[in-house]
């Protein structure tokens, strides 16, 4: 049976102001699917993902994500498309002054959540599903690098997205709490989300294998 696609991009160019990044991206990704994305630093990995969330606009081809045709994709429904999807940074970003707890509960708040009883619903399955049932009144610096980026997972998956984007999620981590990281991502994908996960740690891929694309001299290789 076909896997369903959430990401379709054909004969896709990413510019970078008006500079070429990667020319001729083709790439699929199907639902509950888990893609590694590989490069070295500056070879077009993060500008592909912010094709995906619309901060770079398409030039050409065809580019659609989770039901959105991102070359006719108008401004004011880009919020709207980025609900569909969850990302993931390198340094977590989160709101320092706030708990865990307030940092989950600011984004449902800015993306129009109103009922009182089902955001506290959401805010514990959400902390259960990344382990940190017990840490939703601590504040970002009393946690390890690791459980601040749970955090940021569980921020992410606040809106049932269709979509996972995570860049470099494991960069600031230790090699035990990147571990960590990717097996959860990877437990994320197999709930029907489309997964890809940026990243120069090519010690991940030898202990948890998926399907790898690369980005290099300026196009996208599939490597399996």
């Known amino acids: 049976m076909e896997k369903e696609l959430i990401i379709l991009l054909d004969k896709v160019s990413v510019y970078q102001n008006e ?4 020319a001729n991206v083709s790439l699929t990704v199907g639902k509950g699917e888990f893609v ?3 490069g070295k630093t500056g070879s077009g990995k993060s500008s592909l993902l912010r094709i995906l969330y619309a901060d770079l606009p398409v030039k050409n081809g065809v580019a659609g994500v ?7 994709l108008k401004k004011r429904d880009i919020p709207y498309l980025r609900r569909k999807l969850g990302i993931v ?4 970003q989160l709101l320092m002054d706030r708990t865990v707890n307030e940092n989950l509960l600011f984004v449902m708040k800015a993306t129009g959540w109103k009922d009182k009883v089902m955001m506290q619903e959401k805010l514990m399955e959400l902390l259960a599903k990344v382990d940190l049932a017990t840490k939703g009144n601590k504040m970002p610096h009393q946690l390890s690098g690791g459980e601040q980026q749970r955090v940021a997972i569980a921020r992410a998956l606040v809106n049932d997205p269709e979509v996972i984007l995570a860049d470099e999620p494991t960069g600031n981590l230790d090699p035990e709490s990147s571990e960590d990281i990717i097996s959860l991502l990877m437990d ?10 940026a990243t120069h740690d090519y010690s991940l891929l030898n202990k948890y294998p998926s399907r790898t694309i690369s980005c290099e001299n300026g196009v996208v290789v599939s490597i399996n």
């Open 36 to 38: 590694y994305m590989i």
């Open 89 to 92: 940074f390198q340094d977590f």
């Open 66 to 72: 989770a039901g959105y045709d991102l070359r006719k």
């Open 188 to 197: 994320i994908a197999k709930t029907g989300r489309a997964v890809i996960v």
């Open 19 to 22: 500079n070429l990044i990667l």
